[in-house]
Structure formats: structure tokens, C-alpha cells
């Protein structure tokens, strides 16, 4: 999750908040072991883990790596979002951005690729974090994957008191614990399209209404100026018109299957 204004505007939306799932850590330079990226896109829609951060709206995001030739790495990644401005989420209503820092150290054995790291996801603005009864949406995880060839899974664990500001009915009401679960397919057609098959399994810890498995399958096209990709997701979370509807946000159903177009560009 994540904002940088630097981006570029379209209208539909795409395949992932991609930074935010999989940090990425790209070979050395000849020049040396060192290696910085930057990246800018678009998406019609900003979904993560299958659910709308921006409410349907369109999003623009923007980033920048470094990577090592030992295999470690470090990142930021940022968009527009919209959940975290509802007012009865906070006080005052006009924190529109989500920035994500990670780090970590990845390496390849033959085919068979490994990641381990660690990823905060912070809101800065005017969310005010003191009024009692108000919980922070910021989150840390800690995350550990593996692959092989073009087939990826990765498993995610909250280890910050809450997940997204999510609370359980218990005494705590944290949600510390909470994991994701995401096996993912990517599978090249040819040096420029890439097909993707995705599906993720969120837990939320003492909260388990909150809980819900989502899925997406799309593709990706390598235009030589930018990547576009154009898929379709769905979940079977809680939504509006449920009993218990965790996933319909100011009256939006955050959780619903759409289709979503994305471009992208890394430096």
C-alpha cells in the first residue's frame, strides 16, 4: 500500500499492489553489486489481498529498491487510498496515503528461490492515534517464501499489535498473529506476456468473521515502455447484506469481484 505523486493516470484496474506482496530484489549491476530501481503505475482499482483500498477508485502508485549482490534488499512503496479517511475511522478525514517500507535478504538455489523479510505498512497524515477508542491501521509483518520456477508461496505473520486496525470482541481486542497465506503462479507465454493465477488466504487473529479467502487470474503485457496487465479478482469475505459485514465500508462492498487494469513502469 502506498502514494508517491509521481505516477501515471488510466482507468480500469490491474493485477496487484505489487511492491506491497512481493518486495523485489533485482540482480547486480555489472557496474557493482549494487542495484537501485524506481517504479511508477497506475491501477483502476487498488486492491490488496483482493479487497479495495481505494473503494473502486483508481490509484496511482510509485516506489524505489535497492538490492545487493549478496541477496539483501530494501524498499519503499507508496499509493493513494481511501479506507483509512472515512470519518468513522478518524477524526479528520483527509489521510489519503499509504507508504510501505521493507527489507529483507533473498537468494536462489538452482531453480528454487527463498525470501525472508520484514514489511511496515504506515498511514501518515491526521489520523489521530490518541483519541481513545481510535486503533492505528499501522502494521508490521514479518514474511517468509519460496519458489520454483513460476510458482511462488509465501506466508505472512502480524506481529504489531493490530492488522489494519482490525480489533477482536476479546478483552485485548488485538489482532496480533493475523497471517496470509499466497501461492501464486506466473507463468511466461512468451519474453512479453505473462499469465497469472493467484489465490490467498487472510486470517485474522481473534476475529475470525474478518477472515476470508481471495483469488485472481490475469495477464501481463511487456509494451517495451511500460507493463499492462488486466485482471480479475474475487473473495468470499463478509460483505454488505451479510450478517456480520466486515467488508462493506461506508456503505461500499470493498470485498466484490472486479476486474482491474493496470500500467506500470521500473527505471
Known amino acids: 500500500m502506498q502514494k508517491t505523486i509521481l505516477a501515471i493516470a488510466l482507468a480500469a484496474g490491474v493485477v496487484t499492489p505489487a511492491l506491497a506482496e512481493d518486495p523485489p530484489a533485482g540482480p547486480a549491476s555489472p ?21 479495495s483500498q481505494t473503494q473502486g477508485r483508481p490509484a496511482l502508485q510509485a516506489g524505489a529498491d535497492y538490492s545487493h ?7 519503499f512503496w507508496a499509493s493513494n487510498v481511501k479506507w483509512t479517511s472515512l470519518p468513522a475511522f478518524t477524526a479528520k478525514p ?7 517500507f521493507y527489507g529483507g535478504y533473498k537468494g536462489s538455489l538452482g531453480d528454487f528461490g527463498y525470501d525472508v523479510g520484514l514489511i511496515r505498512y504506515y498511514y501518515p497524515g491526521s489520523l489521530d492515534r490518541s483519541t481513545p477508542g481510535v486503533v492505528t491501521p499501522d502494521t508490521t ?3 517468509v517464501g519460496g519458489s520454483w520456477k513460476f510458482v511462488s508461496l509465501k ?8 492488522m489494519v486496525a482490525w480489533v477482536s470482541p ?10 496470509y497465506t499466497d501461492l501464486t503462479v506466473t507463468y ?3 519474453e512479453k506476456t505473462n ?12 476475529r475470525s468473521t474478518a477472515s476470508y479467502t481471495d483469488w485472481k487470474l490475469g495477464a501481463t503485457y511487456d509494451f517495451g515502455l511500460a507493463v499492462v496487465g488486466l485482471s480479475y479478482s474475487d473473495t468470499n469475505a463478509n460483505t454488505c447484506g451479510d450478517a456480520v459485514p466486515d467488508y462493506c465500508w461506508d456503505g461500499r462492498d470493498v470485498a466484490k469481484g472486479r476486474a482491474v487494469l493496470s500500467i506500470s513502469k521500473t527505471f
Request: no cysteine; aromatic share 10%; proline share 3%.
Open 195 to 206: 499469465l497469472i493465477g493467484h489465490v490467498g488466504r487472510q486470517n485474522i487473529k481473534n
Open 155 to 162: 506466508y505472512s505473520q502480524t506481529v504489531s499489535d493490530y
Open 94 to 100: 483527509d489521510n489519503h496515503v499509504e507508504t510501505d
Open 170 to 179: 476479546s478483552a485485548s481486542g488485538k489482532t496480533q498473529g493475523s497471517n
Open 141 to 143: 509483518e514479518v514474511y
Open 188 to 190: 511466461p507465454l512468451n
Open 69 to 75: 549482490a549478496s541477496g539483501l534488499y530494501a524498499g
Open 31 to 51: 557496474a557493482g553489486p549494487h542495484t537501485f530501481t524506481a517504479n511508477v503505475g497506475g491501477v483502476s482499482d487498488y486492491l490488496f489481498r483482493g479487497i
